[in-house]
């Protein structure tokens, strides 16, 4: 997207380390953003951005123009199931916009990986789901969540937040780590699970945030989970403010 | 899909002399059939097509297994505006399957020419949309209609034709030649290129055919036209007993 931070940046590190030539896109990409989305306002320094690129090694920064990924509307990639809830419910369209431009800077970047974020979970599941179902020749690597001293995770969003709400901010990756601690702690059944979720989202709440959802989830099919599984994760999206914030941990 | 005949054949020739390499598929998709259409009972025969193809030369054949290609509910690519009429409206979500499994396949065999018939012409353009619209990395090479001397196209399903049928099939390709002629004679308005549409339409219906569609389209936008433009073809769709036919002829 844009708006680069230390997230994009160490994903960027990391392809340096492990590939021969490393390319990396920049495009704020419309047509995963609804309407009464943030398409305006998110952050684009094309110069801040390139030298940030430069300076970790990037061979090649692809920057194209929206008319020239989309002259026109075009053929649109619907990845089902893995997309139904969370993001995919919250932001009708988002997932479509997303698989598409991912699909198409895959055709014309080639790329033999592509490093991806753990911070966006159910678009790294979307993104594997596509490459797997459309067969496509490339392998997907996904990469922690870079977070800043105090918790909250690197996202271009952050710029939006006030004093105040920045403060707050932390309270998300807090709770997640409290949730998952104490589902972690005892063998729960489906009552205590929600019990659990249930006393995170009112803290969030009570603190200020508007919680979207706070759930745990399978990783393979992103469907909510009523206990502790094999390959599970904690989501959440509150918004504080203007500003929506997603953060998610393993399990 | 199969049941080759000399269209494929002739495909697979055109790409035994142009390519070092030719791979072909075996492969009746499920996922372009709708409910109560012919999957079940569409021609399948591997030994012979298997035999076809080495006798023309072809390197390889593709034969996956429909659980190999489709082991779940998975991604579909979406091509609009080009599928909403004709094969698009008769048979809802067939493109979507088309456009589908040819990515799968693009993506599994990694061509650097594809070849396609005519015969089918609005998935043709479904296909050269979609690689337009997803920067896909390979050239499609679209191939005449092959023809029975009497003018029928060739088909895969025309051996579903009773005796009687086949003795009146080329009618199609009569009317749509006949009709052709007519629309280039003169510069029509739209009145009179409706009238010559309808005489061929009901030509065939009076010869017991069950037209689906006759008509005057861009060969750009798949739209139906009025005039005879730069780029334009006639289409038909009609039902003789249990058998669809489809034809075209390009102005």
């Known amino acids: 997207m844009g708006g680069y931070h230390e997230g994009h940046l160490q994903l960027m590190r990391t392809a340096r380390a492990e590939c021969d030539r490393v390319v990396v896109s920049l495009f704020v990409n419309p047509t995963q953003f609804g309407a009464g989305e943030d398409f305006a306002r998110y952050p684009r320094d094309l110069k801040r951005d390139a030298q940030l690129a430069e300076q970790v090694g990037v061979d090649l920064l692809f920057v194209p123009a929206v008319e020239e990924m989309y002259p026109r509307a075009g053929t649109m990639v619907h990845v089902p199931l893995v997309t139904t809830h969370w993001e995919g419910a919250a932001r009708p369209g988002h997932f479509e916009g997303v698989a598409t431009i991912v699909c198409k800077l895959f055709n014309i970047v080639g790329p033999d990986v592509a490093y991806f974020g753990l911070k966006d979970l159910q678009q790294c599941r979307v993104i594997t789901r596509m490459v797997e179902d459309l067969d496509m020749r490339l392998s997907i690597s996904l990469q922690p969540t870079v977070r800043e001293s105090d918790g909250l995770a690197m996202s271009s969003r952050n710029a939006y937040l ?48 508007r919680v979207d959802y706070f759930e745990l989830i399978d990783l393979e099919t992103t469907q909510p989970l009523r206990s502790v599984g094999m390959e599970c994760a904690l989501v959440v999206a509150a918004k504080l403010g203007k500003t929506r914030l997603i953060d998610n941990v393993l399990l």
Chains 1, 2 share one sequence.
Not at 171 to 196: C, I, R, W, Y
Request: no cysteine.
């Open 162 to 209: 006030t004093e105040e709400e920045r403060e707050l901010a932390p309270m998300v990756f807090q709770q997640l780590t409290l949730s998952k601690q104490m589902l972690k702690s005892a063998k729960m059944g489906g009552d205590q699970v929600e019990e659990v979720l249930r006393h995170s989202r009112s803290t969030l709440e009570d603190s200020g945030f």
